[in-house]
């Protein structure tokens, strides 16, 4: 059975950093491609940041929604089986509960394609 389990929200001021975490069990990190997602009050889930699955490389592929690129990095350690989103210059349009979630595709940005999801973590971004 897949388990993810997504921790490291909280409150933080404008301009501060949080790091999320998402550990998988039952399913192989490294060989699955995982994503983060978010979702406001009152508004749709909607994709934050992806890696691609790995297909007997090591080399994996990490993609962006437009409103985080260059302020967020999502990457894993195979080791532990973990996914992280460092997320950097926080804006209280952040504010959401974010959700990690395990893909048997190769890559995505929508919702449906991915078939397990961590519970959520609040973050929530003072201004």
């Known amino acids: 059975q897949v388990q993810l389990v997504d921790a490291g929200g909280g409150l933080v001021q404008a301009g501060g950093s949080l790091r999320l975490s998402c550990a998988a069990s039952g399913r192989t990190f490294s060989t699955s491609a995982m994503g983060w997602f978010r979702q406001a009050p009152g508004k749709d889930r909607v994709f934050v940041a992806g890696?691609?699955?790995?297909?007997?490389?090591?080399?994996?592929?990490?993609y962006y929604a437009d409103s985080v690129k260059g302020r967020f990095t999502i990457f894993g350690d195979n080791a532990k089986n973990t996914m992280y989103l460092q997320m950097n210059s926080l804006k209280p349009e952040d504010t959401a509960v974010y959700y990690c979630?395990?893909?048997?595709?190769?890559?995505?940005?929508?919702?449906?394609?991915?078939?397990?999801w961590g519970q959520g973590t609040q973050v929530t971004v003072s201004s």
């Open positions: 890696i691609s699955r790995s297909a007997g490389s090591t080399y994996r592929t990490s």
């Open positions: 979630a395990t893909s048997p595709l190769e890559r995505s940005m929508a919702w449906k394609d991915y078939d397990y």
